[in-house]
């Protein structure tokens, strides 16, 4: 296989790329401006699907043509095509996850090819890149895996003990109408069911009173920008965030740098720090190539959990201004991130900061503690692959969240229990009214907050597999030697997870299936009930010793 490679529109060299797991250097000039462009074509032969680091879905069936853009603050460098069998066929990439690339991938149907081609917007800063490329007939998810392993930093953070605390987001629950005295008579429902971190999410920081329809989509952020709290809202925000700590909890508020509404201050004083990028909800987004003016954020945010007393910050939308090879956004938003994280750590040393998917990559790993799905509000399944997919982002013993469970209120139990059992991917997370929860639906919350409490060891801490069914996840493992979690969503496959050698000692198949699954152990129903037949119900589990 001939890579060529060019830099600027001119040839550079032509790479043999004939070895089966090879990590080839690129010749690009140092300290240079510029585009590298690398091509190469590969036999589209016993190919059926392909993995990408997206937010939408795990994988997919194979496209015509498809593109990865990607930098800092918005996916990374890696693609892996793999056969229906789970095969590997080709994983490639490059290790550079700061600059702005663009992966594109076209059907060459006459050749029988898909051709290649990697774009990387180098700058004076970019070191030596190297292109990744692994053709062994394995299974793909080892091939991600030992990709993964070069791009993630050499060791893992220290994650805080409370990065794996269940949380509570007041997001869903009720928006923007948001104020103290809802918080408060709200958190001791949320301490009491097992939540010990709580999130106030937008909504502090104006004094409208809003909830968001379609109606007050077009105008929604014309008021954040600038993290002052709202005095209407929380007259006494230091005071407040005490009571709560009180309780055991840990306190949060959400913030982003990167979009500013059009009735803050800093639009008004920093037109020129503004992308050209179309106006959302009477916002705009930041340039973070103004680093002073980034500097200027950090500081405010830094500042914000310093007057408050907070525990940290959720620090949202830095994928928000997408990468581009023509303005390169990817490394300044790298240092803008550095520099938020920093000043909140300067604030409080032990803080928790929740990056959101799409920015959920090996190169942010040192600059938040927990790595939470993209929305998914009702559709537990979405939530169980946008967690599984941030698994295979970032591998093991990394805080992945949930997004916040939610439901409506006559949701039945087999539901609530599957939305409980699909965040066990990773750390739970909801954001429902509490005040008015049925006794049965707090009963089956606080069950499952016990369950997830009882296995954090196995959860937080195994190996974590999973098998797909074409496109979807069918099931996810936890294994940590002592024991494992099987939660299924498929229950055509509930026997490939238990064939799986192990030398564990208990199993746990949690049923997120539609079907009731044979089950030769004790049984239990949504509540922790035990069930009465030998199949797992819906939304139940089994226990049982290990083959």
């Known amino acids: 296989m001939q890579i060529h490679v060019s830099f600027n529109d001119h040839k550079c060299a032509v790479l043999d790329g004939q070895g089966e797991c090879e990590r080839l250097a690129l010749p690009i000039p140092a300290a240079t401006t510029g585009l590298c462009r690398v091509k190469f074509s590969f036999p ?11 937010s939408e879905g795990v994988c997919n069936r194979l496209s015509w043509n498809f593109d990865v853009l990607c930098g800092a603050q ?3 460098p890696l693609v892996v095509f793999f056969s229906r069998a789970g095969q590997n066929r080709l994983t490639f990439g490059t290790d550079d996850l700061v600059d ?43 091939t991600l895996a030992d990709a993964r392993s070069e791009l993630l930093p050499k060791s893992l953070p220290q994650f805080p003990d409370a990065a794996w605390n269940p949380v509570f987001c007041t997001w869903y629950a009720v928006h923007g109408e948001v104020d103290a005295k809802w918080v408060e008579k709200t958190a001791p429902l949320a301490k009491s069911l097992g939540f010990t971190t709580l999130i106030v999410d ?23 920008g600038d993290w002052n709290v709202a005095p209407e809202k929380f007259p006494d925000m230091p005071t407040h965030v005490k009571r709560i700590q009180a309780l055991g909890m840990k306190y ?27 106006v959302d909800c ?3 987004r930041f340039d973070a190539t103004h680093e002073e003016v980034g500097r200027e954020i950090a500081g405010r945010l830094g500042e914000l959990v310093a007057e408050n007393g907070l525990d940290g910050l959720k620090v949202d939308f830095i994928d928000v201004v997408p990468n581009s090879l023509a303005h ?9 991130t550095q520099a938020i994280s920093a000043a909140i750590r300067n604030a409080c040393p032990q803080a928790l900061i929740e990056f959101r998917q799409n920015y959920d990559t090996p190169q942010m ?17 979405l939530n169980f692959e946008r967690a599984v997919q941030i698994r295979l982002c970032l591998g093991d013993r990394i805080p992945v969240h949930a997004d916040p469970a939610y439901w409506a209120a006559d949701e039945t139990a087999e539901n609530i229990a599957r939305h409980m059992i699909a965040m066990l991917v990773g750390v739970p997370m909801l954001s429902m009214d509490l005040t008015s929860l049925p006794p049965t639906t707090a009963t089956i919350i606080r069950h499952w907050l016990g369950f997830y409490n009882a296995h954090r060891a196995v959860l937080n801490l195994g190996h974590w597999e999973f098998g797909f069914a074409d496109t979807t996840c069918a099931w996810a493992c936890a294994d940590d030697g002592h024991e494992r979690i099987i939660i299924v969503s498929d229950a055509a496959h509930f026997i490939e997870p238990l064939d799986h050698t192990t030398a564990a000692n208990t199993t746990w198949l949690l049923n997120l299936s539609t079907k009731p699954i044979p089950c030769h152990g004790e049984t239990f129903g949504p509540d922790g009930i035990p069930a009465a037949s030998n199949a797992i119900p819906c939304g139940g589990y089994g226990f049982f010793a290990s083959r």
């Not at 992966?103 to 700058?123: F, K, P, R, S």
């Open 202 to 224: 937008d909504g502090w920081c104006y004094h409208e009173y809003k909830r968001l329809s379609p109606e007050t989509l077009p105008t929604w952020y014309q008021d954040i």
């Open 74 to 76: 918005n996916k990374f």
């Open 44 to 54: 589209l032969r016993d190919i059926q699907q392909y993995w990408t680091p997206n």
């Open 282 to 284: 009477n916002c705009r």
């Open 328 to 336: 390169p956004n990817g490394r300044a938003s790298l240092h803008l």
């Open 100 to 142: 702005d690339t663009r992966i594109h991938a076209a059907v060459n149907q006459a050749a029988c090819t898909y051709d290649i081609t990697i774009e990387i917007a180098c700058c004076k800063e970019t070191e030596i890149i190297h292109l990744m490329l692994d053709k062994r007939d394995v299974p793909w998810m080892d």
């Open 365 to 381: 790993l040192p600059y938040a503690t927990q790595f939470r799905a993209t929305d998914a509000p009702f559709d537990y399944i």
């Open 252 to 278: 949060l508020v959400w913030t982003t740098a990167m979009l500013w509404g059009i009735r803050s201050r800093r639009y008004a004083n920093h037109p020129e720090a503004l992308t050209d990028y179309p």
